[in-house]
T-cell receptor
Framework: DVKVTQSSRYLVKRTGEKVFLECVQDMDHENMFWYRQDPGLGLRLIYFSYDVKMKEKGDIPEGYSVSREKKERFSLILESASTNQTSMYLC?????????????FGPGTRLLVL | SQQGEEDPQALSIQEGENATMNCSYKTSINNLQWYRQNSGRGLVHLILIRSNEREKHSGRLRVTLDTSKKSSSLLITASRAADTASYFCAPGTGANNLFFGTGTRLTVIP
């Protein structure tokens, strides 16, 4: 069974704190993604990774960084959290076969920055 | 932009009615996927239609694709309260990533 897990469902941090959001997939997928979801803005891609130690910026990478030391784990880092980073964060991994890709999402982490 | 744009942004119907949502995109695609997100939960893959297909069915779902117009539609027949969710389309370019729009918020009234 496909499984993408995220380390926390809810998180409360203070402005300026360093925040780590962890995502793990057990499907041996190469591609992993971090999105944030905000009301009226839909899903926006922050960073993605096609392989271990590889990362690429998405649409809104500012204020974030990522780490992919192992294939199954993709971490999102907020170096210095700010209130405008309060959001729902979704991790996903992609199964790619031929011309078809299917993306599997984790349950999300709702982050509140005070 | 590689993302799809869903229309309308919000849709409210009575249980038992059909719901139609549309998606437009700008790039060439290999396939187009529809996802559902229930409130407070993760995204669930619903159906994929390939660029050489015009229509596809899965249960109560019917998806059409018009590559000449760069558009797709998702029809949910005989809607149920449990269909209340946000629906997203994702054009697949074969580049190993998917980009989502803002979605259509469907409310099915019991």
């Amino acid at each position: 069974d496909v499984k993408v897990t995220q380390s926390s469902r809810y998180l409360v941090k203070r402005t300026g704190e360093k925040v780590f959001l962890e995502c793990v997939q057990d499907m041996d997928h190469e591609n992993m993604f971090w999105y944030r979801q905000d009301p009226g803005l839909g899903l926006r891609l922050i960073y993605f990774s096609y392989d271990v130690k590889m990362k690429e910026k998405g649409d809104i990478p500012e204020g974030y960084s990522v780490s992919r030391e192992k294939k199954e784990r993709f971490s999102l880092i907020l170096e210095s959290a700010s209130t405008n980073q309060t959001s729902m964060y979704l991790c996903a991994s992609t199964f790619f076969s031929g011309d078809q890709e299917t993306q599997y999402f984790g349950p999300g982490t709702r982050l509140l920055v005070l | 932009s590689q993302q799809g744009e869903e229309d309308p942004q919000a849709l409210s119907i009575q249980e038992g009615e059909n719901a139609t949502m549309n998606c437009s995109y700008k790039t060439s695609i290999n396939n187009l996927q529809w996802y559902r997100q229930n409130s407070g939960r993760g995204l669930v893959h619903l159906i994929l239609i390939r660029s050489n297909e015009r229509e596809k069915h899965s249960g109560r779902l019917r998806v059409t694709l018009d590559t000449s117009k760069k558009s797709s539609s998702l029809l949910i027949t005989a809607s149920r309260a449990a269909d209340t969710a946000s629906y997203f389309c994702a054009p697949g370019t074969g580049a190993n990533n998917l980009f989502f729009g803002t979605g259509t918020r469907l409310t099915v009234i019991p």
